[in-house]
C-alpha cells in the first residue's frame, strides 16, 4: 500500500516559534497507523511539545524499537535524526548514541510489548544509568501488530476482545522507573492533551532520565468493556495527581501565584515546571511517598496520572562517568589517542 506524502503547502499565517518555524516543520509522514489510535495523539502532542520550546529540529534524535508505538517516530520531527532499532534494544542504541553525542536532545518512543517484555532489562538499566533522555512508553496493553494478545502491563482479569481474562499479574512501568532511581517520572493517557503536552514539554528540559508511561488506548484490539486500557475505563479511573503547566525560563515570565496553591520547581537550565496542586498532600518530591500512593491508588482501580515525581537536583550518566564536555564523536585523534605515556601513568594508578 502505498501512501500520498504532506502536501509541503500550508496556510501562509500560521503561528511560528522563536526560530521562525511553524508546527508543520516538526511533522512527519502521513501516519499508517489506525484511525483514532492513542499513539497519533501521542505524535501531536510531541509536535506541540517541541513547536512551543522552539527546539531545533535537527538537534533531536528519536530512536524507537518495534511495534506500533515503534512506528510512530515516522509521524513526527521528520528533520531529526532518527534510528529504528531492533526489538526491545531501542534504549542501548540510545545510551551509545548519547555517549558520543551529548549536545543532541534525545526521544525515546517505545511500546509495552517492547519495553515491559524482551527490553524490560534494557529499560532498566537505561534508567538507573541516568540516560539524559525522554524515554515515552505508549502503553495499550496489546501487542497490536500481532492481533491483540496481552502484553506484560495488561492488568490482571482484564478481558479482551473474546472476553477471556487475563491471569497473569501486570508489569507496572511507572513502579519499576521510581524504584530504579528515574529523576522524572509521570504518567498521562493519550486522550488528555492538557497534561500531557506540559508533561512532555517539561521532560525535554529535564537533564537526566526522564520516563513518561502514556496510555494510549488500542482502537483496533483493546478498547471494548472490559479492558483496562480503553478510553472509556481510563477517563472514568482517572485520578490526576496535579493540574500541569510548563513555564519556560525567560525574563517576562513571573510566577506570582497565590500562595500553597502552586508549586514551583527549578530545572537546571533555569526553566520552571509549576504544579497546580490538587492533592494536597502528595509531595512530587519523595519518591518513597510516591511508590506508596501509586500503589495504593492502584488497589483502589484508580489509575494515577500527572508528574509523580521529580528530583529537583538530577544528575545525568555523563556526569557520573566524568567524561568530558567536547562531544565523544567530536574529539581529535590527540585527545582519543593521547599517547604511551598517558597509558602507562593509568596503568600504573590501577595497579
Given at each position: 500500500?502505498?501512501?500520498?506524502?504532506?502536501?509541503?503547502?500550508?496556510?501562509?499565517?500560521?503561528?511560528?516559534?522563536?526560530l521562525?518555524?511553524?508546527?508543520?516543520?516538526?511533522?512527519?509522514?502521513?501516519?499508517?497507523?489506525?484511525?483514532?489510535?492513542?499513539?497519533?495523539?501521542i505524535?501531536a502532542?510531541?509536535?506541540?511539545?517541541?513547536?512551543?520550546?522552539?527546539?531545533?529540529?535537527?538537534?533531536?534524535?528519536?530512536?524507537?524499537?518495534?511495534?506500533?508505538?515503534?512506528?510512530?517516530?515516522?509521524?513526527?520531527?521528520?528533520?531529526?535524526?532518527g534510528?529504528?532499532?531492533?526489538?526491545?534494544?531501542?534504549?542501548?542504541?540510545?545510551?551509545g548514541?548519547?555517549?558520543?553525542?551529548?549536545?543532541?536532545?534525545?526521544?525515546?518512543?517505545?511500546?509495552?510489548?517492547?519495553?515491559?517484555?524482551?527490553?524490560?532489562?534494557?529499560?532498566?538499566?537505561?534508567?538507573?544509568?541516568?540516560?539524559?533522555?525522554?524515554?515515552?512508553?505508549?502503553?495499550n496493553?496489546?501487542?497490536?501488530?500481532?492481533?491483540?494478545?496481552?502484553?506484560?502491563?495488561?492488568?490482571?482479569?482484564?478481558?479482551?476482545?473474546?472476553?477471556?481474562?487475563?491471569?497473569?499479574?501486570?508489569?507496572?512501568?511507572?513502579?519499576?522507573?521510581?524504584?530504579?532511581?528515574?529523576?522524572?517520572?509521570?504518567?498521562?493517557?493519550?486522550?488528555?492533551?492538557t497534561?500531557?503536552?506540559?508533561?512532555?514539554?517539561?521532560?525535554?528540559?529535564?537533564?537526566?532520565?526522564?520516563?513518561?508511561?502514556?496510555?494510549?488506548?488500542?482502537?483496533?484490539f483493546?478498547?471494548?468493556?472490559g479492558?483496562?486500557?480503553?478510553?472509556?475505563?481510563?477517563?472514568?479511573?482517572?485520578?490526576?495527581?496535579?493540574?500541569?503547566?510548563?513555564?519556560?525560563?525567560?525574563?517576562?515570565?513571573?510566577?506570582?501565584?497565590?500562595?500553597?496553591?502552586?508549586?514551583?520547581?527549578?530545572?537546571?537550565?533555569?526553566?520552571?515546571?509549576?504544579?497546580?496542586?490538587l492533592?494536597?498532600?502528595?509531595?512530587?518530591?519523595?519518591r518513597?511517598?510516591?511508590?506508596s500512593?501509586?500503589?495504593?491508588r492502584?488497589?483502589a482501580?484508580e489509575?494515577?496520572?500527572?508528574?509523580l515525581?521529580?528530583?529537583?537536583?538530577?544528575?545525568?550518566?555523563?556526569?557520573h562517568l566524568?567524561?568530558?564536555?567536547?562531544?565523544?564523536?567530536?574529539?581529535?585523534?590527540?585527545?582519543?589517542?593521547?599517547?604511551?605515556?598517558?597509558?602507562?601513568?593509568?596503568?600504573?594508578?590501577?595497579?
Amino acid at each position: 500500500m502505498t501512501f500520498l506524502p504532506k502536501p509541503k503547502l500550508h496556510h501562509p499565517e500560521l503561528a511560528v516559534n522563536a526560530l521562525g518555524y511553524t508546527r508543520r516543520d516538526y511533522e512527519g509522514a502521513i501516519s499508517t497507523l489506525c484511525a483514532g489510535c492513542g499513539h497519533d495523539s501521542i505524535s501531536a502532542a510531541i509536535i506541540r511539545a517541541c513547536h512551543e520550546l522552539a527546539l531545533p529540529p535537527h538537534r533531536i534524535a528519536k530512536l524507537s524499537g518495534i511495534g506500533c508505538s515503534s512506528k510512530t517516530p515516522t509521524y513526527f520531527l521528520g528533520a531529526s535524526h532518527g534510528f529504528n532499532s531492533v526489538h526491545g534494544r531501542m534504549p542501548s542504541v540510545l545510551t551509545g548514541a548519547n555517549l558520543a553525542n551529548r549536545e543532541l536532545t534525545y526521544l525515546g518512543v517505545s511500546g509495552d510489548g517492547d519495553s515491559a517484555s524482551i527490553g524490560l532489562g534494557q529499560f532498566a538499566h537505561a534508567l538507573r544509568r541516568g540516560v539524559n533522555m525522554v524515554y515515552i512508553v505508549e502503553n495499550n496493553g496489546v501487542y497490536g501488530l500481532t492481533k491483540g494478545q496481552f502484553s506484560a502491563t495488561s492488568d490482571k482479569g482484564a478481558k479482551n476482545k473474546n472476553g477471556v481474562a487475563n491471569t497473569d499479574s501486570a508489569i507496572d512501568l511507572v513502579g519499576l522507573a521510581l524504584q530504579l532511581g528515574a529523576t522524572f517520572v509521570a504518567r498521562s493517557f493519550s486522550g488528555d492533551k492538557t497534561q500531557l503536552v506540559p508533561l512532555i514539554r517539561a521532560a525535554l528540559q529535564h537533564e537526566g532520565a526522564a520516563f513518561i508511561d502514556c496510555i494510549s488506548p488500542c482502537v483496533q484490539f483493546n478498547n471494548h468493556v472490559g479492558s483496562t486500557k480503553s478510553f472509556d475505563y481510563v477517563r472514568e479511573h482517572n485520578e490526576a495527581v496535579n493540574r500541569l503547566d510548563f513555564i519556560s525560563g525567560r525574563d517576562e515570565i513571573t510566577t506570582d501565584y497565590a500562595p500553597g496553591n502552586v508549586e514551583v520547581v527549578q530545572q537546571h537550565d533555569g526553566s520552571r515546571l509549576t504544579l497546580r496542586k490538587l492533592a494536597t498532600d502528595y509531595d512530587p518530591h519523595d519518591r518513597t511517598s510516591a511508590i506508596s500512593y501509586l500503589q495504593e491508588r492502584t488497589a483502589a482501580g484508580e489509575i494515577v496520572t500527572g508528574l509523580l515525581y521529580v528530583d529537583p537536583a538530577p544528575e545525568e550518566l555523563h556526569s557520573h562517568l566524568h567524561t568530558v564536555a567536547t562531544p565523544l564523536n567530536a574529539l581529535g585523534d590527540a585527545d582519543l589517542c593521547p599517547g604511551a605515556a598517558a597509558l602507562t601513568a593509568l596503568n600504573a594508578g590501577l595497579r
